[in-house]
């Protein structure tokens, strides 16, 4: 068990994390469409092996994955990271909105955190945090959302994470990470000198939100 006595902030990952994932990747691939296949299977390769790199800024992220998403594509940057934008972020939203709500006492605990004064962030691999936060039916939570394409690289890499820690004003010792993967929230934590833990099922959530409501929070 983590000490969790001087915890002055809660990062929390979203995909997987505030609502539960399982069935996604089918009912994503069959609202992009057929047409789209060949470009989110590159898309998908292309992720993996950005994993933990870091690039700088937002912009400089983007440059490079969609000058390398492009050739793998075989189509322009630009056309690329239209589509990217527009259908494949579309797609991934509208298949949210169709599909999946958070996690039952998702609300409460967005509610709980502010009430204690600790600051609470939401911090997803993907672009669009609002709109997807908005698609589950979480648009109320007032939060500070990030993400990590913006930041300048994907999870694993723990500058993004200092850059929520510098946002929020708190020592990364002092934060709490909630994710739903080891290899990219866990390990992404461990890499910036932040806690963390895991959540794999709905009663792995359960236990976290009483873990969470125990926190005496700030004064």
């Known amino acids: 068990?983590?000490?969790?006595?001087?915890?002055?902030?809660?990062?929390?990952?979203?995909?997987?994390?505030?609502?539960?994932?399982k069935g996604f990747s089918k009912k994503f691939l069959r609202t992009l469409g057929v047409t789209s296949l060949f470009k989110a299977l590159n898309e998908r390769k292309l992720r993996s092996l950005y994993k933990g790199k870091y690039?700088?800024?937002?912009?400089?992220?983007?440059?490079?994955?969609?000058?390398?998403?492009?050739?793998?594509?075989?189509?322009?940057p630009q056309k690329i990271s239209d589509w990217y934008f527009k259908k494949y972020m579309g797609a991934m939203t509208e298949t949210l909105r169709k599909y999946f709500t958070c996690r039952p006492g998702t609300e409460k605990l967005f509610a709980f955190l502010k009430e204690k004064n600790i600051k609470t962030a939401v911090f997803s691999d993907y672009a669009f945090v609002s709109e997807r936060m908005e698609a589950v039916g979480l648009e109320g939570?007032?939060?500070?959302?990030?993400?990590?394409?913006?930041?300048?690289?994907?999870?694993?890499?723990?500058?993004?994470?200092?850059?929520?820690?510098?946002?929020?004003?708190?020592?990364?010792?002092?934060?709490?990470?909630?994710?739903?993967?080891?290899?990219?929230?866990?390990?992404?934590?461990?890499?910036?000198g932040m806690k963390s833990l895991l959540v794999k099922t709905a009663e792995d959530w359960e236990r976290i939100?009483?873990?969470?409501?125990?926190?005496?929070g700030t004064r």
């Open 141 to 192: 939570t007032k939060s500070l959302l990030f993400s990590a394409e913006n930041l300048g690289g994907l999870k694993p890499a723990c500058e993004p994470f200092f850059k929520i820690a510098q946002t929020l004003g708190e020592n990364p010792k002092d934060i709490l990470v909630i994710g739903d993967r080891a290899d990219t929230d866990a390990r992404g934590a461990e890499n910036a």
């Open 55 to 76: 690039f700088g800024t937002g912009e400089e992220f983007y440059f490079s994955y969609f000058q390398e998403l492009a050739r793998l594509c075989h189509v322009s």
């Open 1 to 21: 068990m983590i000490d969790l006595k001087n915890i002055k902030a809660v990062i929390i990952d979203f995909d997987g994390t505030l609502y539960d994932s």
């Open 209 to 216: 939100i009483s873990i969470l409501f125990s926190l005496e």
